[in-house]
């Protein structure tokens, strides 16, 4: 792909500064209008542009592409437009005894030119859901969008400059080195969703700049499925949440751990739910996706091999081909814990499933790890599952479910450590790109009026007091 020269990026680096303060000053109608407007091009005007680009970058298939891309961008835009007026207000806040005579209040003020830096896995939502965001924050913004989804990237590109001036919104598409001209400049604030390998790069960087940073990140989520669960719907919403987009979603259960009691009951319904969505013939399905590259299919079939010369069963719906990036849905089971598929975020169609009698072994297993995006539980017994999330730490938790937490404007999203800092998705992603100013106004006389030194007398006096009283 074609690298956004440096040239290009620092003149338009150059002129959003110009604007920041004045659409920082926009009103929430004003941005209101923008976010209908982005909304209304993603569900109508480019509906299908989007859902070719995205079935020729990924195989992604219409209904899929319509769930995952543009209904999380239109219900995202949505419950910004019907909220978004409120979370603008400045906040009152009440006064401390010895403040009195002053009031205070908090304002949400923009911060200023922003950097989105997308990943190539859902490559509209992850990229025009921040926008609403910035929009609704009142920050223009640069927009990187991953190399690895190139007609999508020309889509999102004919969006936005039908819609937004330069000076408000631009698209710089490019790979690496566009990225790291990018990095090199004082944004305000860079919210970046990918890898924590690039994560890491992009938090040295923008601490060069003080940047503020929200990194949404990945990992390997847990899932365990306990002996009290309902297997049946377990195995069928776990199958759709790992192999919806072949498996490349952060927030897919990464591995399972099954109670050893019903592991042969739930393999069985996993494999006849597979059967069922992908209609026995996944290479064929519209509904199958295909890996976004020859090297991340590659590796994908490389952790399948180590795991088989491990001696595992591997259970896959059939065989993987080179020519289409196409990996079979697989199960490994019980693949050693420092095999690859275990110590590696799979990301892709292939699903270790490991079993346990002891919780706790369990618990400790997933502690030594770095914390995960997400954690999901399948169980109906409840102290056992406040037991889980009570003695284990993740950015997001599902509870006989998986994946949907993401669909929730009024959750936060995002990890925690290694797997993100800082939320999105709905007030939080307005936060991330809003700064909390706190003004206060003196009214009146003021206590400490009267506590200036020198101290003497009763002054002194009245300090002892007020740190004793106050
Ligand atoms: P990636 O980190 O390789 O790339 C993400 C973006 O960073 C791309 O735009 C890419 O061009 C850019 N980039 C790559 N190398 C860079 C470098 N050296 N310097 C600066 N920028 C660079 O991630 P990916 O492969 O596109 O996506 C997969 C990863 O993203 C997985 O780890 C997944 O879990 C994570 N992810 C997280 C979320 C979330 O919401 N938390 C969502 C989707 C994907």
Redesign the pocket.
């Known amino acids: 792909m074609k690298e956004s020269s440096e040239e290009y990026i620092t003149g338009a680096f150059a002129r959003q500064r110009s604007t920041e303060l004045s659409l920082g000053a926009t009103s929430a109608r004003e941005r209101i209008r923008k976010i209908r407007a982005l909304a209304y091009a993603v569900k109508y005007t480019y509906r299908q542009q989007i859902r070719d680009a995205v079935y020729a970058d990924l195989h992604k298939g219409e209904e899929e592409c319509d769930i995952t891309e543009i209904y999380v961008v239109t219900t995202e835009a949505q419950h910004t437009i019907a909220h978004l007026e409120r979370w603008m207000r400045p906040r009152k806040v009440p006064t401390p005894l010895p403040l009195l005579g002053s009031t205070s209040h908090v304002r949400y003020e923009s911060k200023g030119v922003s950097l989105i830096?997308?990943?190539?896995?859902?490559p509209i939502n992850?990229t025009l859901g921040p926008l609403i965001s910035a929009i609704a924050a009142g920050c223009p913004v640069m927009i990187?969008?991953?190399?690895?989804t190139p007609r999508t990237t020309e889509v999102i590109e004919k969006i936005i400059s039908s819609l937004f001036p330069a000076t408000e919104v631009v698209v710089c598409p490019?790979?690496?080195e566009?990225?790291?001209t990018l990095?090199s400049l004082p944004f305000r604030h860079i919210f970046?969703?990918?890898?924590?390998?690039?994560?890491k790069?992009?938090m040295r960087?923008a601490a060069e700049n003080l940047s503020s940073v929200t990194l949404?990140?990945?990992?390997k989520s847990p899932t365990i499925v306990d002996k009290s669960a309902d297997i049946g719907l377990s195995a069928k919403r776990i199958a759709y949440g790992k192999y919806m987009n072949a498996g490349?979603?952060?927030?897919a259960p990464d591995y399972l751990y099954v109670h050893e009691e019903v592991k042969k009951e739930f393999l069985a319904e996993l494999q006849s739910t597979l059967s069922v969505m992908y209609m026995d013939a996944p290479k064929s399905s519209a509904a199958y996706g295909r890996i976004?590259s020859q090297k991340?299919a590659d590796r994908l079939q490389e952790m399948i091999s180590e795991a088989r010369n491990h001696g595992c069963d591997i259970i896959s719906a059939g065989k993987a081909s080179n020519e289409d990036r196409y990996v079979a849905p697989t199960i490994i089971i019980d693949p050693p814990l420092d095999s690859q598929v275990m110590q590696e975020?799979i990301?892709g169609p292939v699903l270790p499933v490991l079993s346990y009698r002891n919780i706790d072994e369990v618990l400790a297993t997933i502690n030594e790890k770095e914390k995960p995006?997400a954690l999901y539980i399948y169980a109906r017994n409840k102290s056992l599952i406040n037991k889980i999330i009570q003695n284990t730490r993740a950015?997001t938790s599902c509870v006989r479910q998986n994946n949907l937490q993401?669909f929730h404007a009024y959750l936060p999203?995002?990890?925690s450590n290694h797997?993100?800092i800082g939320k999105?998705h709905g007030y939080h992603g307005f936060l991330a790109f809003s700064n909390e100013r706190s003004v206060l106004t003196q009214r009146s006389f003021g206590a400490t009026d009267i506590l200036r030194p020198p101290y003497t007398g009763w002054k002194k006096k009245l300090v002892q007091w007020t740190v004793k009283w106050l």
């Open positions: 830096i997308s990943p190539w896995n859902f992850l990187k969008p991953s190399e690895y490019g790979a690496v566009t990225a790291q990095l970046f969703t990918g890898s924590p390998a690039v994560g790069i992009v960087a949404e990140l990945g990992g490349q979603i952060c927030i976004v991340h975020e990301f995006l950015g993401f999203f995002g990890g797997s993100g999105a």
